[in-house]
């Protein structure tokens, strides 16, 4: 059986912090402690470097179809390029078409993902189409271990569900122990904004932002977390931005309700004075849009006051000739930005190198939290005997700067042009085995498995 020793490493999960030496056989972790007695095939030394769990994005999007064309990064380079940057599993979200099953949406899910996937992932299942025939799949789901289910507040006609369908989803999902998760965006609004400033004639990138206020997302926040606290189901808030969501979030703790929240590494380092560069916007059209400063130091507070769980990507990217569709309309710029290979060195730089948060807190957000929320703890998330042997080697010194000219992903310009990173993922490994070393792949399309996962914990 395959056996690694990585020694005198600083190991660091969401609840220690020690000198330690990791014992890994085959695809876990056997041992974890001071000068271990045994022998192994291959022997690391970590001396200097930080050990981490290998981290977890809940929130990518990997060979999408979407306004007419599809994301570009596919299982193969969006799972390899998130190993580069640390992130061992990841949880892409199956979208159900409209009028057809869920197990119609999922089979074709796996005929992208079987076989091509590098890394490990998982699936949540949107529903865009709740009726007595999909309620009947729900339980069917969470058995084969897609246990959370994503609902639209926005993207009528395509994606959107009303309040109607938000409600029955919500209570047959809470009899199976399941998760309902949210894009919180007010869709209805949204569309009359966007209809207005296209009447006007203004159709550049700025207006995606000026259609999508922050009230669009903290009405919605809110509204979710209501019908969240009737039904009694667990919810979660993916990608939110802004300060008025999260004390919708924050309103909702009076009544003892608990919301999970995910926000995403862009909000936290990039803003909306990005959106005055003519075209060259376009590369940071989302949804929802990039937010102000004020934004960006609620949701840091957010993150250490506990309101916060889960920072993610939202990893949808685009080429620039896809972008280029809304050349001409701000409404036809295919949504998303590459961003799965940074999240993790772009959250170590910006959050504990700055001093916005502890070891310990980066580890929760970028990994431990995510696998209770999502039940895959203690299997995955953490540094502990029995757990998947997903490690990563992170120097936390070494400078280097983001670029299109050598990221992995498969886009050709980066949403980080040029920034200064402090701290390297050096050395990552997946259930066992070393898949990156010093800047090269080593495990191949395939070698990634799909992690069946448990019903959601109810507390992180």
């Known amino acids: 059986m395959h056996t690694v020793l990585i020694k005198n490493g600083r190991v660091v999960t969401a609840s220690e912090d020690q000198i330690a030496d990791i014992y890994v056989e085959g695809e876990t972790i056997r041992a974890i402690g001071k000068d271990l007695p045994f022998t192994a095939e291959k022997v690391i030394d970590a001396t200097g470097l930080l050990v981490f769990p290998g981290g977890i994005d809940p929130h990518v999007h990997l060979d999408m179809p979407f306004m007419g064309t599809y994301s570009s990064d596919n299982y193969e380079t969006g799972t390899r390029a998130a190993l580069f940057g640390g992130t061992t599993t990841v949880i892409d979200f199956i979208l159900q078409t409209q009028g057809k099953s869920l197990h119609d949406a ?45 609902t639209f507040m926005a993207y009528k006609g395509a994606l959107m569900i009303d309040d109607h369908q938000m409600v029955g989803l919500m209570q047959e999902v809470k009899k199976h122990g399941g998760l309902v998760t949210v894009h919180a965006t007010n869709g209805d609004m949204i569309d009359y904004l966007i209809a207005k400033h296209r009447k006007e004639g203004k159709l550049s990138p700025l207006y995606h932002y000026l259609s999508q206020p922050e009230v669009t997302e903290a009405e919605a926040s809110g509204r979710f977390a209501d019908l969240a606290d009737y039904t009694g189901v667990n919810g979660y808030i993916v990608h939110l931005t802004c300060e008025g969501a999260l004390n919708a979030v ?8 608990r ?31 990039l937010r102000e400063k004020k934004d960006q130091a609620t949701l840091w507070a957010g993150i250490n006051q506990g309101l916060v769980q889960v920072v993610a990507t939202d990893h949808c990217p685009f080429l620039w000739e896809q972008k280029k569709m809304g050349e001409n309309d701000f409404s036809k710029i295919p949504n998303g930005h590459p961003a799965i290979e940074h999240r993790f060195e772009l959250l170590f730089s910006e959050g504990v190198t700055k001093g916005r ?3 310990q807190k980066f580890v929760e957000v970028a990994a431990t939290n995510a696998a209770k929320i999502f039940g895959m703890f203690p299997q995955k998330g953490t540094l502990a005997v029995g ?14 700067i983001l670029s299109a000219k050598t990221h992995h992903m498969n886009a050709d310009y980066s949403s980080y042009e040029g920034w200064e990173v402090t ?8 259930r066992g085995q070393v898949a990156i070393d010093n ?21 992180v």
């Open 106 to 150: 999922l089979d074709a899910w796996k005929g992208r993902s079987d076989g091509n996937a590098v890394g490990d992932y998982s699936f949540h299942m949107a529903v865009t189409d709740f009726n007595d025939h999909t309620r009947e799949e729900i339980k069917q789901l969470i058995d084969k271990g897609i246990t959370s289910f994503k």
């Open 250 to 257: 924050r309103r909702s703790t009076i009544r003892n309700q």
């Open 259 to 289: 919301i999970f929240v995910e926000t995403c590494i862009q909000y936290l380092t990039l803003d909306a004075s990005l959106y005055d560069k003519g075209f060259e916007s376009a590369k940071w059209v989302m949804s929802p849009p």
């Open 357 to 359: 948060i502890s070891l």
């Open 387 to 400: 757990a998947d042997a997903d490690i990563v080697l992170f120097d936390p010194k070494e400078k280097h």
């Open 423 to 430: 701290g390297k993922c050096k050395t990552v490994l997946l």
């Open 439 to 459: 800047g090269k792949a080593l495990v191949q399309k395939g070698y990634g498995k799909f992690i069946k996962r448990a019903p959601t914990a109810p507390v």
